[in-house]
């Protein structure tokens, strides 16, 4: 860098320090750290390793720009080019519009497949806005409660090493109080408008988009991150790191009792909708002020439920987000306070047709309500009881009391659900040559089927369609006969309204590094990690809790996060007559399962995957996204499982995920119907080799993690793909071969009925296959690949490129079994390496 703009960038005071016996310069580091000098200097003083800022030529990003961070996108970008769906072919996003693309650029320079990027960049980005405004809303209301000197943490046991991640990552700051926080959301802020402009102006390449979506992604994840902080530091929300860490096998409890089932008859019921928290927090302070907690209800679906759990146990968590309309149809509510949320459904119309009363809190309106924020309370409460809909209220502490005493004044409601004669009366209108529904429907139901068999079955027969149906009204819409369908389906729900119970644990928050370390003991007798992801809506309401059982049955370590933690409580093992939550324990250990919390909780995913970069090599993660992002994409992030009805979120949330290292997995329907997937092609060498970091040696490897985004269509599919994916390119144990290689094997001729085309390629010595099946496969290796075995042992092994190597030749050539440290580009080699690339022409 120019000594001038290292002057007019570096305080001299702060540009040097010293790490031991080493002096280092922060202008070599970084290219600007005004703001963020101390948080830096503290960061290295730390929590770096003296001997690995010698070996390497480590650069920081401190509020990075998209474009800062290309250097793993591109690897990711190069390994697995988009595929685009849906294809768009006209652009109108401009006043030069129309431009029809297929017949050459645009006016403004823009081709057909960049067009295809920045249309994708553009769902990730609506993904954000929610969640974004909801965080800026938390924010700014405990700024004004606690100030901005309050501190934060994510727990008694994190310190600099492990605090928040998802933020230093990104900025490089050291966050300790809400000061901290304001910056870093305004960041972020500053950020989206930047990547929501390109997504309606870019005209850059396909990799300028993408590397944008995956900054999208990114940001979101920091934005989540913010508000976790906020909510436990703040709110109240527990923690495990604030607990013994010998405690955590069995906390939290599992002592959540949801479901529609679970709750009491006679009693008032206050629900409450969308991402905001505040209402309930407000409520609930009130309810425990007048010693009314055990005379009323409080529910909620989907994420606000699950934060509700983190600092109250009462609360009834009665499904997902996604099927919130179906629960309001069903009128189990007499007052729903309301936000906005991951999902578009039509609150007002719908609590209208059960006399629910409606407060909607966010600050932008809602079907032309007028803003009676500052009305008394009193009035609002008597408008309400006295027979208004609803009223648009945005002060969070005004809300609580009057949702309570609404609840408590209202006399009572009819019941607007189709009897049982009724409901066979309507189906008689449906047609035996239609099934318009059916071609309609997301999750491919057999609506009309199930209709029909109505006529005489009456709800039993709808039972089905109804587990798999998430209220999305499609049927409806192209319903000939104009038949009521959801009206059925609700009447149908009401129906098993008292088996509707489950048990579940509240979330516990972020994972301490102490917890990672701990666990490292454990993980050389599992398959890995799972993280499990859902919306809810998938066709089979039991699919997520079934994945979550098998993964967890077979010893691996499973988080979940979000509305998925609902889904996976509903999955009762008959045999060992419990809930999932009940069945297995909950520490960070394998053969366990832990849900995190609500959708901002997604964001310890990361964290959880990004800290083995600091506990097992030593790299701190402040401002260090390329170098903490190689290392967790090669070593140690698992595959994510996305399932059933995705929102726009979940987009970004899927894109902020690969780009720090997983692979992921979505569907069954509702994957097939994203923008944009990341596919790789196990059959062409040229993708996959690594660099040996110390020589700077290109060596090939498996295709290990051959996909980054990829969709499937059933439960099992889904299972068989997450074991083929947890084979990693370079895993250098055979003991963790043994352990990935073994279910995918199993699982796949199980489902598939044969092995997978690519088994032979993760086989670097006998002591990697599995132990049953050894003698059978080294016949193959030896009969169908050519490779010299003889009794259970491997002489020679054939290399992809035909030749026949002995075991210690393939070892040097194919792979990372000498126990060395590898790289995905030659651009994180280390000083010593990349001298020697330079000397061979290699410009680096």
């Known amino acids: 860098m120019e000594e001038k703009l290292i002057k007019k960038r570096f305080d001299p005071e702060k540009r040097f320090m010293e790490l031991g016996k080493t002096k280092i310069d922060l202008a070599r580091l970084c290219r600007d750290a005004r703001g963020v000098e101390d948080d830096l200097r503290q960061a290295i003083k730390e929590d770096w390793g003296e001997a690995r800022y010698n070996d390497w030529d480590t650069r920081l990003y401190p509020f990075a720009e998209a474009s800062d961070l290309v250097v793993q996108d591109d690897v990711l970008l190069n390994n697995y080019p988009p595929l685009y769906t849906d294809i768009q072919t006209v652009c109108s996003d401009c006043d030069n519009g129309p431009c029809d693309l297929e017949n050459g650029k645009g006016l403004c320079g823009l081709d057909l497949d960049p067009f295809q990027a920045r249309l994708s960049l553009r769902v990730a980005c609506r993904g954000c806005q929610s969640q974004f405004m909801d965080t800026r809303d938390l924010l700014d209301y405990a700024i004004k409660e606690f100030g901005l000197d309050k501190e934060v943490s994510l727990g008694a046991r994190h310190d600099i090493s492990d605090q928040a991640l998802s933020i230093a990552i990104l900025t490089g700051q050291y966050v300790r109080n809400l000061s901290h926080l304001e910056r870093a959301l305004a960041y972020a802020e500053a950020q989206l408008n930047k990547l929501f402009l390109a997504s309606h102006q870019g005209t850059g390449s396909v990799f300028d988009f993408e590397n944008m979506t995956f900054h999208c992604g990114s940001v979101l994840l920091l934005v989540q991150g913010v508000s976790e902080l906020v909510k436990g530091s703040c709110f109240g929300f527990q923690r495990g790191a604030d607990r013994d860490k010998l405690e955590m096998d069995h906390w939290p409890p599992p002592n959540i009792s ?49 934060d509700i759990a983190r600092f109250y146990d009462r609360v009834r968590i009665v499904g997902t987000m996604v099927n919130a309309g179906k629960w309001i149809r069903l009128g189990f509510a007499d007052v729903i306070v309301a936000s906005t949320g991951c999902s578009h459904l039509d609150i007002l119309g719908e609590a209208k047709r059960v006399e629910s009363k409606v407060i909607w809190v966010s600050p932008q309106g809602l079907g032309g309500l007028p803003d009676r924020t500052d009305s008394p309370g009193e009035e609002l409460i008597d408008d309400l009881i006295g027979g208004l809909d609803a009223v648009w209220v945005r002060d969070v502490d005004k809300v609580g009391e009057i949702a309570v005493r609404v609840a408590q004044g209202l006399k009572g409601r009819g019941n607007y659900l189709l009897s049982e004669e009724k409901v066979k009366e309507e189906a008689k209108r449906c047609r035996e040559d239609c099934d318009l529904c059916f071609n309609a ?52 729900l009401k129906k098993r309204v008292p088996d509707d119970k489950f048990i579940m644990r509240s979330g516990r928050g972020s994972v301490p590094e102490d917890e990672i370390a701990r666990s490292a003991f454990t993980l050389m007798n599992s398959p890995g990690f799972c993280w499990i992801l859902s919306c809810g809506g998938s066709k089979d309401m039991e699919d997520v809790g079934w994945l979550a059982n098998e993964f967890t049955g077979k010893g691996c370590l499973s988080l979940i996060a979000g509305c998925g933690a609902v889904e996976a409580a509903r999955y009762f093992d008959r045999e060992a007559g419990k809930f999932l939550f009940e069945k297995f324990t909950c520490e960070y250990a394998v053969k366990n399962i832990s849900s995190l919390g609500g959708c901002t909780a997604m964001t310890f995913l990361q964290e959880a995957s990004a800290h083995w970069a600091r506990t097992g090599v030593h790299i701190s993660h402040y401002a260090n996204w390329t170098e903490v992002a190689d290392i967790t994409h090669r070593l140690m992030a698992p595959p994510v ?43 062409d060498r040229s993708k996959w080799y690594v660099w040996d970091t110390a020589s700077g040696r290109k060596v090939e490897t498996e295709p290990g993690q051959e996909h980054i985004l990829i969709p499937v269509e059933t439960k099992e599919e889904a299972l068989t793909v997450y074991w083929g994916l947890l084979q990693k390119p370079g895993a250098s144990v055979s003991i963790m071969r043994l352990l990935s290689l073994t279910p995918y094997i199993a699982c796949y001729e199980k489902y598939f009925g044969d092995l997978p085309d690519d088994w032979q390629w993760f086989v670097t010595t006998a002591s990697d296959l599995p132990v049953r099946q050894k003698v059978r496969l080294l016949k193959e290796l030896k009969e169908k690949w050519g490779w010299d075995t003889e009794g259970v042992t491997i002489k020679k092994a054939r290399h992809r490129d035909g030749r026949l190597l002995t075991t210690d030749e393939f070892a040097h050539e194919y792979s990372t079994h000498e126990a060395r440290f590898f790289a995905k580009t030659p651009k994180l080699v280390t000083k010593k390496a990349k001298e020697n690339l330079r000397k061979e022409g290699m410009k680096i």
């Not at 309930?280 to 439920?305: M, Q, Y």
């Not at 009456?458 to 000939?480: D, H, N, R, V």
């Open 441 to 492: 429907c997301p999750n491919s139901l057999l609506i009309g089927q199930a209709v029909r068999k109505a006529r005489e079955e009456g709800l039993s027969a709808l039972t089905p369609i109804e587990k798999g149906c998430y209220f999305c009204g499609k049927c409806e819409q192209q319903c000939p006969e104009k038949i009521p369908i959801r009206d059925l389906i609700v009447a149908a």
């Open 258 to 306: 949801g479901g529609l089932g679970n709750i009491e008859k006679g009693k008032p019921v206050i629900a409450f909708v969308g991402d905001n928290f505040l209402p309930a927090w407000s409520a609930i302070n009130h309810l425990k002020d007048k010693g009314l907690t055990e005379r009323f209800e409080i529910c909620a679906p989907g994420p606000v439920g699950l």
């Open 641 to 683: 499982i996305i399932w059933g009805r995705c929102p726009e979120r979940m987009y970004a949330v899927a894109a902020g995920l690969i780009r720090i290292g997983h692979q992921v997995i979505v569907g069954p329907n509702a994957g097939f119907a994203w923008k944009r997937y990341l596919v790789g092609n196990h059959f």
